[in-house]
């Protein structure tokens, strides 16, 4: 069955540290891939997406995401994370018009 | 001059009965969804339309109607709500099917 995974329910890191996180999906074609952010009592926003092109995706708020096709992945990255950025994240796969969400990540920030 | 909104923001209700929700954006966009994200927040998609055609319908049950009088608006009418359909509902738009989608702020809807 065609799925997103994220392997990481709950995610925490110190302010300043560096930050990833997983992303794995089972599609027989590449989708079309997002990560979106939420924070407590929001909507979803987009942090970035790759539709195609080069497989290292830059986004919003200092984050981004590498394609790698071999691995069916989409990591999340942050070179340094900010408390700011404490909120629950989402990897979404989108497959013939079909979205998918993963179920979710929540990241925790250490002061 | 928001994107997506909803109405309410929140909703206390008793089992049994009729409630909407409401969705409006202003982007132009084509197409619009429903989801439900439960209390793990776990996000499924319940409807999508496009052009004011229903595009997904997932399995929900019949008692979620979704409505759409014009491309910018997408209601969400429920029937004899039940305990089980408390969560937060999510409202969103995009271009196209494949392209990013802008979320609304949610609707907390209670059944008690």
Known sequence: AQSVTQPDIHITVSEGASLELRCNYSYGATPY?????????????LLLKYF???????GIKGFEAEFKRSQSSFNLRK????????????????NNND???????RLTVKP | DTAVSQTPKYLVTQMGNDKSIKCEQNL????????????????KIMFSYNNKELIINETVPNRFSPK????????LHINSL????????????????????YFGPGTRLTVT
């Open chain 1, 52 to 58: 195609s092109g080069d497989t290292l995706v830059q």
């Open chain 1, 33 to 45: 891939l997002f990560w979106y952010v939420q924070s407590p009592g929001q909507g979803l926003q």
């Open chain 2, 28 to 43: 132009g966009h084509d197409t619009m969804y429903w989801y439900k994200q439960d209390s793990k927040k776990f996000l």
């Open chain 1, 99 to 105: 979205m998918r969400f993963g179920a979710g990540t």
């Open chain 2, 82 to 101: 039940e305990l089980g359909d408390s969560a937060v509902y999510f409202c969103a738009s995009s271009q196209d099917p494949v392209d990013e989608q």
């Open chain 2, 68 to 75: 759409s009088p014009d491309k910018a608006h997408l209601n």
């Open chain 1, 79 to 94: 070179p340094s994370v900010h408390w700011s950025d404490a909120a629950e994240y989402f990897c979404a796969v989108n």
